[in-house]
């Protein structure tokens, strides 16, 4: 018998309804359960066929243990070597590489110094910053987040260029991005699992939180439906997610990808809704069971998305859109629910950018 594991932190409801029905599914031949670790030796195998992964990228030690399984054999969802490099101002670069639509997005670094740092480590940046070509570019309204955070933290909606040095001075050490607005008739979050299943669902960010998956009309049309489909495809199929969620922000009839580094997406049945939330369980089940079937001992496991393989193989980045396409939708709760001290030429030195 195979073993499925689900590795987590507080949330409960998903958790608890994969292990069941993974349990329901698997017979005699695979069963889940809570990943236990009571201790970690190097290139000793932690017994899972497969884990899915819900919390390492909150805990090292949970990291440093799931790439040691992972050398060990066991499918782990997600990759966490990819995971680890993985940020979100690359994931915009590949996206424009891939002729999917997103924000224009700019680059910025920290308004301090790193620990361990000068001004001679920053040589190489000029200073002042070249802070009118990038507002030029993102315009105002503006978005400055951390380029490789999630969960809307230290996120800012910026109206001009004072109140972005202003928020930008108590951003610290963090590395950020300023992000073109994007006024959008319709929105959309989109799960993906294995690369190949989507569920499309509509989605409202200005809603409070409880009431984001409440929208109270159809999508505008089925070539929408159809194009987002493809993009959340390709998206993982290059980044090489098993499980992730992407959002589109809808202007003018394009698909704007806003947000497509979620690799632990709030799956909570009080937040996604139930049929989302069943949706999400029985899809992953399935999925995990066939990762475990296909699961080897002692050879790699993991997920390389087409990004990777493309370096290895000197290919450019470009494929065919692959994968289960998404039941039609039929409401908007079902299938589109199918829906530091200034430093001298450091980071900025925004005073000094502002008299220029």
Known sequence: MKKIGILFGQERSFPEAFVKRVNELGGNDFQAE????????????????????????DVPFYRASLKNAAITGTAVINNPFWWS??????????????????????????????DDTTEHSFSNLAFPF????IFDYTGFPAYMKPF?????????????KE???DKHS????????????????????????????????????RNPFHLRYAVDHKPSSEKLLKTIHD?????????????????????????????????????????VGQENFDWVVETSAKYAIERAKAQIDGQDNLTW????????????????????????????????????KKAKPAATKAAAAKKK
């Open 34 to 57: 809570f990943v236990n670790i009571d201790k970690i030796f190097q290139a000793e195998p932690l017994d899972y066929a497969v884990i899915i992964d819900r919390i390492s990228q």
């Open 85 to 114: 490099a993985d940020e979100k101002f690359f994931n915009n670069a590949l996206a424009v590489k891939l002729g999917i639509p997103v924000p224009k997005t700019a680059l910025i670094p920290s308004h301090a110094r790193p």
């Open 130 to 133: 070249d802070w009118n070509s």
């Open 148 to 160: 490789d955070g999630g969960g809307w933290k230290e996120v800012y909606k910026l109206n001009d």
């Open 163 to 165: 109140e972005f040095f």
């Open 170 to 205: 108590q951003t610290h050490q963090h590395v950020m991005m300023l992000q073109e607005e994007i006024e959008f008739d319709e929105y959309f979050r989109c799960y993906c699992i294995g690369g190949k299943y989507v569920r499309i669902m509509q989605y409202e960010p």
């Open 231 to 271: 993009y959340v495809i390709k998206l993982n199929q290059y980044l090489g997610y098993d499980f992730n969620t992407v959002e589109f922000a809808v202007r003018d009839g394009i698909p704007y990808a806003i947000d497509f580094c979620n690799p632990a997406p709030d799956a909570e049945v009080s937040s």
């Open 305 to 340: 998305g087409e990004y990777v393989k493309s370096a290895i193989t000197g290919k450019t980045l470009t494929a065919p859109v692959k994968g289960t396409v998404a039941a039609k939708p039929k409401t908007a709760a079902k299938e589109v629910a199918t829906p530091a």
